[in-house]
């Protein structure tokens, strides 16, 4: 549900005076903002490594089968040889955050 503007102003006026007056509230409004913004980093995170999985999957594809005629064997060594680095960046990336 979208609020107008004035509406909007009436919860920031309601939202600092309650603020001012508890501070446990304060502390919980801005941990709440704060987690909020880490699980969209979160996500932007997990979309483009999965995105790059999928560069890397339509890559070998089209290196494996087009390019070079891989067989099956040749092709898994080579789904290994994408998937094992994705893991370890993503493993990477998501414990540093």
């Known amino acids: 549900m979208?609020?107008?503007?004035?509406?909007q102003e009436i919860l920031a006026l309601i939202e600092d005076e309650l603020t001012k007056k508890d501070?446990?509230?304060?502390?919980?409004l801005t941990e709440?903002?704060?987690?909020?913004?880490?699980r969209s980093a979160a996500v932007?995170?997990?979309?483009?490594?999965?995105?790059?999985?999928?560069?890397?999957l339509l890559t070998m594809i089209v290196l494996g089968v087009i390019v070079l005629d891989l067989g099956p064997v040749s092709l898994g060594i080579l789904t290994v040889g994408?998937?094992?680095?994705?893991?370890?960046?993503?493993?990477?990336?998501?414990?540093?955050?």
């Open 44 to 56: 932007r995170t997990w979309l483009c490594l999965l995105g790059l999985l999928g560069l890397g």
């Open 23 to 28: 501070a446990g509230l304060a502390a919980a």
């Open 32 to 38: 709440g903002a704060a987690r909020s913004l880490d």
């Open 2 to 7: 979208k609020l107008s503007r004035r509406e």
């Open 82 to 97: 994408v998937v094992a680095p994705w893991v370890i960046l993503a493993s990477i990336s998501l414990a540093c955050r």
